[in-house]
């Protein structure tokens, strides 16, 4: 019969299975890092160089309704962290990186370095307002987009262990489908607490530190 001391090592083995899966492709990882940071600032740099990019950008917030749901939402700060939690998770994560992936091998990858890129052009401090709204939010950008690295990883996991079975021992290519879905599913866990994170700390300084900052 199993006993509770004999699971406690099984439960401490799963929990760490996410941390071995990265370790096992650090280099993938490192290069999900460079394009989740990388083109993000290279978006920046673009809006700094070209303020219309940026302007251009924001315009489409305020007509496609974007700028007055969070407008709506500041009121509450944890229906606020909700709004911000579901589209990390649901509009970014799952219909930019994920899906894209499960049906053309790293597929979410490209869709997403596109989506970083015009996020830079969102964030450029173009202005002495956007750079002082950037030293809180800052913080919001490493936590969120590290749950996008973990999420691209798992895409390119999948895609490889796709085409390539042999890579993760599968015997076929379903089979080498079937457990890059589980090293997706592993690596959700510390993304999905990630975005938790970035979501409630996104409403805090967008609420209680921006404001301060920007008419201080």
């Given at each position: ?41 290279i978006g920046m740099g673009a809006g700094l160089l070209f303020p219309g990019l940026t302007a251009a950008h924001n ?15 500041l009121g509450n700060m944890w229906l606020f962290s909700l709004g911000i939690l579901v589209v990390n998770i649901l ?126």
């Amino acid at each position: 019969m199993t006993t509770i001391l004999d699971q406690e090592p099984n439960c401490a083995a799963r929990l760490w299975k996410p941390f071995r899966i990265i370790r096992a492709n650090l280099r993938a990882y490192l290069v999900m890092n460079a394009i989740v940071y990388g083109l993000c600032l290279i978006g920046m740099g673009a809006g700094l160089l070209f303020p219309g990019l940026t302007a251009a950008h924001n315009t489409t917030m305020r007509q496609d309704g974007t700028a007055d749901l969070v407008g709506w939402l500041l009121g509450n700060m944890w229906l606020f962290s909700l709004g911000i939690l579901v589209v990390n998770i649901l509009t970014v994560g799952l219909l930019r990186i994920l899906l894209p992936s499960m049906i053309v091998p790293f597929a979410g990858i490209a869709i997403y370095a596109y989506w970083a890129f015009n996020t830079g052009v969102t964030l450029s401090p173009v202005n002495p307002a956007a750079a002082k709204t950037m030293i809180p939010h800052s913080l919001t950008a490493l936590i969120e987009f590290q749950a996008y690295a973990l999420l691209m990883l798992g895409s390119y996991l999948l895609g490889r262990s796709w085409l390539r079975p042999g890579s993760i021992g599968a015997r076929n290519r379903r089979q080498g489908y079937a457990r890059g879905l589980a090293q997706i599913g592993w690596l959700s866990l510390p993304a999905l607490a990630l975005f938790v994170i970035g979501a409630v700390y996104e409403a805090f300084e967008v609420i209680y530190l921006v404001p301060r900052l920007v008419a201080g």
